[in-house]
């Protein structure tokens, strides 16, 4: 069964860091992109970021560029998102997915975590 | 960026009719549109990818249609546990992959 797990959202205050992190079992975790996508309270959903299956390519939100890293640890299954300089407009549950085709950049996604709070406020 | 735009907001319907979602691109994203599912407190679950493809385990009374701008989610029959907040999102423009504001499908 592939399971994704969020970890790390806690409350920060503005202009600081956090590290999100999503366990992820039961598949080939190497072989799969993955992606960050956020969800303000009582909003819709809004893409962060993704990186491929190797980590060696990424991809981000313009809001997110040069604030957020995305990066991956195959040998731990591991996927990460390093918030710096946070904003209060960051404030959302922030959820992990897995896109559906192995192998590509196919950006749907089927596999998704039950998310984790990050809390942006002095 | 490619802006998605679902209509209606809101669709108030009961149990057993059809529902109809529409959700219009403002440029052509082919067939690369998915449709997910959002109930309270839940993560979003993928119910159509490749604006036809059933993803696995969805019951065939959902189904999607459309290619290029103009893009369709029905529900042939609604089931109680149907009612939820629909998404479509797209990823042929991207970055960034765009979703759409979503449709709440209620009880009538």
């Known amino acids: 069964e592939v399971q994704l797990v969020e970890s790390g959202g806690a409350l920060v205050q503005p202009g600081g860091s956090l590290r999100l992190s999503c366990a992820a079992s039961g598949f080939t975790f190497s072989t799969y992109a993955m992606t960050w996508v956020r969800q303000a309270p009582g909003k819709g959903l809004e893409w962060v970021s993704a990186?491929?299956?190797?980590?060696?390519?990424?991809f981000y939100a313009d809001s997110m560029k040069g604030r957020f890293t995305i990066s991956r640890d195959n040998s731990k299954n591991s996927l990460f998102l390093q918030m710096n300089n946070v904003r209060a407009e960051d404030t959302a549950i922030y959820y992990c997915?897995?896109?559906?085709?192995?192998?590509?950049?196919?950006?749907?996604?089927?596999?998704w975590g039950q998310g984790t709070l990050v809390t942006v406020s002095s | 960026e490619t802006v998605l735009t679902q209509s209606p907001a809101t669709l108030s319907l009961s149990p057993g009719e059809r529902a109809t979602l529409s959700c219009r691109a403002s440029q052509s994203v082919s067939n690369y549109l998915a449709w997910y599912q959002q109930k309270p407190g839940q993560a979003p679950r993928l119910l159509i990818y490749?604006?036809?493809k059933r993803a696995t385990g969805i019951p065939a009374r959902f189904s999607g249609s459309g290619s290029g701008t103009d893009f369709t989610l029905t529900i042939s029959s609604l089931e109680p546990e149907d009612f939820a907040i629909y998404y479509c999102q797209q990823r042929v423009n991207w970055p960034p992959i765009t979703f759409g504001q979503g449709t709440r499908l209620e009880i009538k």
């Open positions: 490749d604006a036809s």
């Open positions: 990186i491929t299956g190797s980590g060696d390519t990424t």
């Open positions: 997915a897995r896109a559906v085709v192995p192998g590509s950049i196919d950006m749907s996604f089927d596999s």
